[in-house]
């Protein structure tokens, strides 16, 4: 996997007293957010680290971010990243690359996403690590806020294969997690995106959870998404969806 060969690549030791300064690393005023919450702006890049888009594999304080994680944390001497978070225990898929920088270890923020499975999201320059109980609390109002909290809920992963995935695979996503887009956003029949979707005569929830996805399949392609443009797709929902 390209996700395990870039963490791969980026080894080095990790325990403090083996660390050997062999590398460059270049300062970022990045600002690096859990929830609504600042916890740094500082974050380090290898000089010879892969030029990206987004900050995701530059390097954060390990105990700043367990800190306001309330997470407890450490790595092996085969650079396995353990976390005790909310009364789980979490190991990490891949070695994890670590610094040392002013005696302090420093690892991908990726890390954190692949290991405690809480999605990344970068907005302009700044870095967002969202937690369950931030997202099971945001429930939109219309479908282009849908989108945007998709856009946050998701892992970077699965926006990349919900954008690439033909109708047929975006069928198996629905049925997959349609029973939490019900009970997340859309249980209740107060709630506005409900109504949003009963104003146009479409009642069954199954099927308006089908249709933010889809909708928001077709925002990440830049195509139309609105809600007109969702439930009149060609090859919109089948009956037995």
Not at 103 to 128: C, G, K, M, R
Not at 152 to 174: G, N, P, T
């Amino acid at each position: 996997m390209l996700i395990g060969l870039l963490l791969n690549s980026l080894a080095c030791q990790t325990k403090t007293n083996d660390y050997k300064p062999i590398i460059k690393l270049e300062h970022l005023d990045v600002a690096v957010y859990i929830n609504d919450t600042l916890i740094t702006n500082n974050l380090y890049r290898r000089e010879d680290a892969y030029s990206l888009e987004d900050n995701f594999l530059d390097y954060v304080n390990l105990d700043i971010v367990c800190y306001y994680l309330k997470a407890s944390c450490e790595i092996d001497n085969n650079g396995i990243l353990y976390i005790t978070y909310q009364n789980e225990f979490y190991d990490s898929p891949f070695p994890v690359a670590s610094l040392l920088v002013n005696n302090q270890i420093y690892v991908p923020l990726l890390a954190f996403e692949l290991t405690l499975h809480l999605p990344l999201w970068q907005e302009d320059s700044a870095v967002y690590l969202l937690t369950d109980n931030y997202l099971t609390s945001q429930i939109p109002v219309t479908l282009d806020e849908a989108y945007i909290l998709l856009d946050k809920l998701c892992l970077s992963s699965v926006r990349r294969e919900l954008k690439q995935c033909s109708l047929e695979e975006l069928s198996i996503y629905h049925r997959l997690t349609k029973d939490d887009l019900c009970e997340a956003w859309l249980a209740s029949d107060d709630e506005e995106i409900v109504k949003l979707f009963q104003s146009v005569g479409i009642n069954d929830k199954e099927r308006m959870s089908y249709y933010v996805l889809l909708g928001y399949h077709l925002y990440l392609n830049d195509e139309p998404c609105q809600l007109e443009d969702v439930i009149t797709y060609p090859d919109g929902l089948v009956d037995n969806q």
